[in-house]
C-alpha cells in the first residue's frame, strides 16, 4: 500500500504521457457525460416532480427501474447499436470518447431525473399552489422550481460525477479501453490488474481518488459561494 | 357573484359542502370558521387548485387572484418576487413604482434586494401580500394573510388590503380564524362549521354573537 502511495506521486510528477493522457480522455469523459445527463435530466426531472398527469407514476417507476441498470447491460446495448450491425453503424461510435460518453448519458440520465424528481416533489405543492394563485404559466413555474432546486441539483452534479468517474463497464464495452484514444483510469487499473501490475493499478486508483476528491472540492466551492 | 353549490369529499368524510352562494360584488366577504371548517378547502376550489367531487374545475381566470396559506417565497430578491406578479398591461417602470410603493406600504422597502428565501415567516407574508397585490384582479381570494405576521405588522397589512379593494373595486374573500378581523375588514361574513355554511351575515356582530 505504502509503495502505491510513493509510486502515484512518483507517476503523478513524472510527466509520463500514458498517464496524463489518460487522465485527460477520464475527465473529458466524466465531465461532459455528467454534465449533459444533468442538462438533460433535471428538466424532464422536475417536469416529472411538478406535473400531475395520467401515467406519471408509471413513468416514474419505469425511470426507478433504469436507475438500476447495470453498466455492462447499457455498454452491450450501446456496443449493438454503433457496431457494424446496429442502426447507428454509420456514426462511428465504436471505439470512441463520443460513443463512451453516449453510454454514460445514457446510464447517468435515469439518475439525474429520478434524483431531481424526488426532490421536486416535495416541493411541488407550495409551488403549485404558489405559481397558481399568481397565474404563471407552466414553463415559468419549471424555471422557478429549477431555481428553488439549484443546491440539490449541485450535489446531484456531484453524485453523477462520481458514478461517471467510478464506471468501467459499460466505457470498457464501448470505448474498448484502447491505449491513446479511449483508455481511462478505471479501464486502465482493470487493465493493469489483470497483467498482475497490481502497484500500477494501486497508484492509478489512488490518482483517480484525488481527481475525485478535486473536482468535489471544486463544485463545493461553487455551491458554497452560490450560498452566501 | 355567485358561488356555485361545492362538495369536496377525501376518504368518505365530507369537508364541504355547501349551496349555491351569493355574496355582493365588490365587497369584502371574510369567510370565517374553526380548524377543519371547510375555509382553505373552499377557498382552494374557487381558485381552481383542486377539484370538488363534480370534477368541476374553476380554474382561475386571469381575472382571479389567489394567496395561499403558505405561500413560497421564491429564491429572488424580493422586489424581483413582486414583479413576478407584473401587471402585463402595465409599462415595466409602472410595476417597478408599483412593486416599490407596496414594499414602502408593507414596511419591506429595505429588504427589497435580498434573498426572500431568507426573510422570517411573517416577514415572507407581507411579500406574499404584497406580490398578490401587484395586480388588479375582479375576485381576490386570501387565504390567512395575516396569519404569521406579529401583530404589529397586521395593521399595515389590513390597510393594504382595504386600499386595493377601494382602489380596484375588486371582491375579495377573505379566509380567517380571527372574529376581529372579519370585523374590521369585511361588508360581511360568511360562516361555516364542519364544511357546511352556517350562516352568510352582512352584520359581523351577527356573526360574532353565533
Redo the contacts between chains.
Sequence with gaps: MSQALVQSVQLIFSGDRILYQIIGVTLEMTLLSSFLALLLGVPVGTWLGISRFRGRKILVIIDRAFMGLPPVVCGLFCYLLFSGVGPLRGLHLLYTVTGMVIAQVMLLLPMAVGMQESHTNTLAPAIRETSFGLGLGKMQMLALTINESRYHIISTYLFLLGRAMAEVGAVSIVGGAIMFKTNVMTTAIMNYTSMGNFTTALALGIILLIIGLLLNIFVALIQWTAEK | MIIPALKKTYRDKTVLDIPETAIRDGSITAVCGRNGSGKSTLA?IL???IKDDSGTSLA?S?HT????Q???P???SVRKNLL??ADKNCSKEENQQRANRLLEEIGLQEYAKKNAARLSGGQTQRM?LA??LM?SYDLL?LDEPTASMDQAAIPAAEKLILDYQKRTGCTILLITHSPEQAERLADQVLLLDEGKIVSLSASVDEVLAR
Design positions: 382552494r381558485a381552481g387548485v382561475l386571469g387572484g389567489y394567496m395561499c403558505a405561500s413560497l421564491f429564491r429572488l413576478l406578479n406574499a406580490r398578490v395586480k381570494i
